[in-house]
């Protein structure tokens, strides 16, 4: 078998790092994509120009993970500016959907790929005074589950992954008492650990999948009620 590649967007920290870790250790050859400073391609995701010229320059993947994302502002929703939600979107979804317009044609032609959304328990249940994220995540939610149907016949199997709130550098951001409830959610008492999810994300970039795809897996900790 060829050395597939894999583009991890939001490469460089959290659950993004954990799963370009957890793929190199399987094998793949993994170009991580991120506004952060040692990115092998550092891109803002929210710019289709920049993300069509970085398909452009590296080519073909086999994988795409895309794990960029923002919190947003923490507020109840009529606290919430036009700027703060516009801009959670930007790249919880218009990035999301940047990438695999441009990323998506390669795999097509190859008739094999696999692509990882990033979305969260937060777009199925909705977690108070964050409704930017949760309505963003639940646009991923969606997303995946309608190009998952289009590329049902392609050999393309695209999936997404649902954690609960997990031990990162974004959720440092996040006011202490929506941490603290979040994380009172979670049946197993425990937030959980970016490996944990990279354990998922390495299953759903692998031939062993092969029977799912528009599906949504819950990493949770037991939360997922539906």
Avoid: C
């Amino acid at each position: 078998m060829a050395q597939r590649t894999a583009l991890v967007t939001g490469g460089m920290s959290g659950l993004g790092r954990a799963s370009a870790e957890r793929l190199q250790a399987d094998g793949l050859t993994v170009v991580t994509l991120d506004i952060a400073q040692g990115a092998d391609l550092v891109v803002d995701i929210t710019d289709a120009d920049a993300v069509f010229a970085a398909a452009e320059k590296i080519g073909p993947v086999d994988v795409l993970v895309n794990s960029a994302g923002i919190i947003g502002p923490n507020a109840p929703l009529w606290e919430v500016s036009e700027q703060e939600w516009a801009a959670t979107f930007a790249v919880n979804v218009n990035g999301t959907f940047n990438t695999i317009r441009a990323f998506l044609p390669g795999m097509r032609t190859a008739g094999w790929g696999r692509i990882v959304n990033f979305a969260s328990m937060a777009g199925k249940d909705g977690n108070p005074n964050l409704s930017a994220y949760s309505a963003s995540k639940a646009a991923v939610i969606a997303l995946t589950k309608s190009l998952g149907k289009e590329l049902a016949t392609t050999g393309v199997l695209v999936n997404v992954v649902a954690p609960a709130v997990i031990s990162t550098p974004m959720n440092d951001s996040t006011a202490p008492h929506v941490l603290a409830h979040i994380t009172s959610l979670i049946p197993m008492r425990r937030i959980g650990r970016a490996e944990e999810v990279a354990e998922l994300v390495a299953w759903l970039a692998s031939d062993k999948v092969s029977f799912s795809t528009g599906a949504v897996y819950d990493i949770s900790g037991g939360r997922a009620t539906y």
